[in-house]
């Protein structure tokens, strides 16, 4: 994986958007930053720990700045945006260069310097190293870190950043005075230590997040410098390693490389020779993280904000743990889910301050009978299926056939009702302000197809384990007879979103009909099917929420959190919807070498979009005609999930791309 930027391209950004990258470090804490080196929302640094993984994620170090000296003339790195004043040293970045972990070129005059920061995977920890090679005359480099220490969604004001530094032997520690009990500490292995100019960078702008109506001013504290005096045409070499632990007993290099070639680990073990596929696991690899609650791993649902949700993490299950072949961690997280069961129910959430989960979802118990069958079909695994998971699914068809929470219950035509009052169970899930914005309650379609698939995976599983069929297939039986009487529609040549009360909007839960294991339409139906979905909701990166000839579609997602919540699933594209998209058109056409490569094609475009926003990520969402801005999470382990997944399941690294 490699991607490359000239001096051109970094003339073409500004300050306010230029392309993102992230490196996370395994346990909920994450690297991020820009392509500048300016900071333009409140979750970019070099450090964000997660103090109980995987959640309460802190900032603590922004990034570092260089300040050099030649002769009488100073010049600084320093890139950002700031309430007066705007700092333009990335006037001086030759070349940003990212393999897994990012590398900055400065020229300035005939000095070089290349800064390269990496994780310490597993651990609260972040490695900067310097090579530095200086020109004909001597020079002075000064190296500081901006420091930030809050939550990392949040700002500081001037007056709560008073930090204590106290340098020992080369090592420093420091901490807030209000919290002197969360500490850091840093080790530099050459240079003069000097904190005669400690100050606090005021009024700081994260351009992002004032498009988004946060108009918040942020300050960070700049508390020393380590200072480095060179001879001509000198070759020097530093070291920066930052940690909410003890610091580890190795330098910034062997970091860089272990993070590297972690990486380049998980490639191998999954044994692709396909460039676009290597990039996706990696990309997929930012979600996987330790839970320390359950002491197993879990998927965080996208970056930098959400933590691990039962709905997509099922949902991007497949495509980050069986197509990259994470085997081991598909275990897990499967077991882990079980053991959270309740009522039927598996998690929807859980929150970020250490609560019980949350269980107002029903889609994730079915999805989680998708994410089974699929680790089942990958590993042939069945004493694990049978003997630990198999328990929990009968228990969740009875909760669902009997009633359980959120009003979820089996009718007596054998769907499923779901959904009250205030209720949001579904995937499009927004309330504002006590409005319900897309309020499903009801029979939703895709909560009855997964019905009829949960239905005919235990019809499978109940043969393995030597229990009675019968039931499961007398009831998938009427599922399916009734699905069809309720919610083919001829007024839209589609199906309902919702029967019970009757919703014709046309929108993309419909494709997940014909896109699962156990598809409940027929292939000829699913033509019919996708057609309106393509003419209506197909966009370049994903399905639309709603029709474009909806009058209540919202073509673009962006202002306030209540604008932006309005149109979240009132036309915004979302790219996890190709999954079931792409699933359904193969189906449809029955897996034909030209279905293939319009899948293949499909998913190709996203080599274009990897470059340009979150450096080989995949966004959350897109605006809802011709999207082509990153909107939301930068990347989101659904999105990257179903595009891996689709590329693995159909084999598409072996076809030509079309034409």
Wanted: proline share 4%.
């Amino acid at each position: 994986m490699r991607y490359d930027f000239s001096k051109e391209q970094i003339q073409s950004f500004n300050l306010s958007d230029n392309p993102e990258w992230v490196m996370t470090l395994g346990n909920g804490g994450y690297s991020s930053g820009s392509v500048l080196n300016s900071a333009f929302r409140h979750h970019h640094g070099y450090l964000i720990v997660s103090k109980i993984p995987p959640i309460e994620r802190f900032l603590t170090l922004v990034r570092t700045e260089e300040r050099i000296q030649i002769g009488a003339d100073s010049y600084q790195t320093s890139a950002q945006v700031c309430k007066d004043k705007t700092y333009d040293g990335q006037q001086f970045l030759e070349r940003f260069v990212f393999t897994g972990v990012p590398t900055y070129t400065y020229v300035i005059k005939d000095i070089v310097i290349e800064k390269t920061i990496s994780p310490l995977y597993g651990s609260n920890t972040v490695a900067i190293h310097y090579d530095i090679i200086n020109g004909r005359n001597a020079s002075k480099i000064a190296i500081s870190p901006l420091l930030n220490l809050r939550s990392h969604g949040d700002v500081t004001l001037p007056n709560d950043s008073d930090y204590s530094v106290i340098n020992t032997d080369d090592i420093i520690t420091i901490f807030l005075k209000k919290d002197p009990s969360f500490k850091i500490k840093m080790r530099y292995s050459t240079g003069v230590f000097d904190d005669r100019f400690s100050h606090t960078i005021q009024d700081v702008v994260h351009t992002f997040d004032l498009s988004t109506g946060d108009n918040r001013f942020d300050s960070y504290h700049r508390p020393f410098e380590i200072k480095h005096v060179l001879m001509p045409h000198e070759h020097r070499t530093f070291d920066l390693i930052v940690t909410a632990e003890e610091l580890p007993q190795i330098d910034a290099l062997s970091i860089i490389e272990s993070y590297k070639n972690r990486l380049h680990t998980l490639i191998n073990n999954a044994g692709y020779e396909d460039e676009f596929m290597n990039n996706l696991i990696i990309a997929a690899d930012q979600f996987i993280a330790y839970r320390q609650s359950t002491k197993s791993q879990t998927i965080l649902a996208g970056l930098p904000w959400f933590t691990d949700w039962g709905r997509d993490t099922m949902i991007a299950f497949g495509g980050l743990c069986l197509s990259t072949k994470r085997y081991d961690d598909a275990k897990s997280i499967l077991k882990s889910f079980a053991l959270y069961e309740r009522n039927g129910l598996i998690p929807n959430m859980f929150p970020d301050d250490g609560q019980e989960p949350l269980y107002n979802t029903v889609d994730a118990s079915l999805w989680y009978f998708q994410a089974i069958h699929q680790y089942y079909q990958a590993t042939n695994d069945q004493a694990f299926v049978i003997n630990e998971l198999y328990p929990v699914l009968k228990k969740i068809i009875y909760a669902y056939e009997h009633g359980t929470d959120f009003s979820i219950k089996m009718d007596r035509d054998g769907l499923i009702h779901a959904g009250s009052g205030l209720d949001q169970v579904t995937w499009m899930d927004v309330r504002i302000n006590g409005v319900v914005v897309t309020p499903r309650h009801g029979k939703p379609v895709e909560i009855n197809a997964l019905w009829y698939n949960a239905l005919c995976i235990m019809k499978e599983y109940s043969h393995l384990a030597q229990d009675d069929t019968l039931h499961y297939e007398e009831l998938a039986t009427s599922v399916k007879t009734s699905f069809l009487k309720r919610f083919v529609s001829q007024k839209t040549s589609c199906l309902l979103d919702v029967v019970d009360l009757d919703d014709d909007s046309i929108r993309p839960n419909q494709v997940y009909a014909a896109s699962l294991s156990y598809p409940i339409i027929d292939q000829e139906l699913a033509k019919i099917v996708l057609k309106v979905v393509e003419e209506e909701l197909l966009d370049i990166y994903g399905l639309r929420t709603l029709s474009i000839r909806d009058p209540r579609f919202k073509p673009i997602y962006e202002g306030p959190i209540e604008k932006r919540d309005y149109a979240y699933h009132m036309g915004t594209v979302w790219p996890f919807l190709l999954g079931g998209y792409l699933d359904s058109y193969l189906y449809a056409y029955g897996y034909s070498q030209d279905a293939l490569i319009y899948a293949k094609e499909i998913c190709h475009r996203f080599t274009k979009h990897m470059q340009e926003y979150c450096i080989n990520g995949i966004a959350e969402i897109f605006d809802g005609h011709h999207g082509m801005i990153s909107r939301g999470c930068y990347t989101q382990a659904w999105s990257v999930g179903e595009i891996l997944r689709i590329y693995t399941k159909y084999k598409l690294y072996d076809l030509p791309k079309k034409g």
